[in-house]
Each structure stands twice: as structure tokens, then as C-alpha cells.
């Protein structure tokens, strides 16, 4: 019972974000948005990749 609906689980979840990833594709990239790094120094890349971690980890 316990892993049919794990399975049950990880198939919506795979589902979700597929369908995220196939609706952001087809928006495609936004003219007005600049997609590089927002720091120019060494030490603001830096703790711009630590931010994404930190986003990512406790997102």
C-alpha cells in the first residue's frame, strides 16, 4: 500500500513539473528580462551561487 502511493506521488510530481518545464518553454525567453549573472565582481558571483544554494536547499 505504502509504495503505490509513493508511486502514486512521484508520478504527480513528475507530471507537475512537467508540465512547468513544457509551459515555460513555450512562453520562451522574455525580452525585457536580462538572464546573465547580476554581480560584475568575483566576490558578488560568489555569494550570488551561495544565495542559489541556499534558495535551492530550502526551497
Do not use: C
Not at 22 to 44: E, F, L, M, N, R
Amino acid at each position: 500500500m505504502a509504495t503505490r502511493f509513493g508511486l502514486k506521488r512521484l508520478d504527480e510530481s513528475g507530471l507537475y513539473s512537467t508540465i512547468a518545464w513544457i509551459a515555460s518553454a513555450h512562453k520562451g525567453i522574455q525580452p525585457d528580462v536580462h538572464y546573465g549573472p547580476k554581480s560584475s565582481t568575483t566576490t558578488g558571483m560568489v555569494f550570488d551561487f551561495l544565495s542559489a544554494l541556499g534558495n535551492i536547499a530550502f526551497a
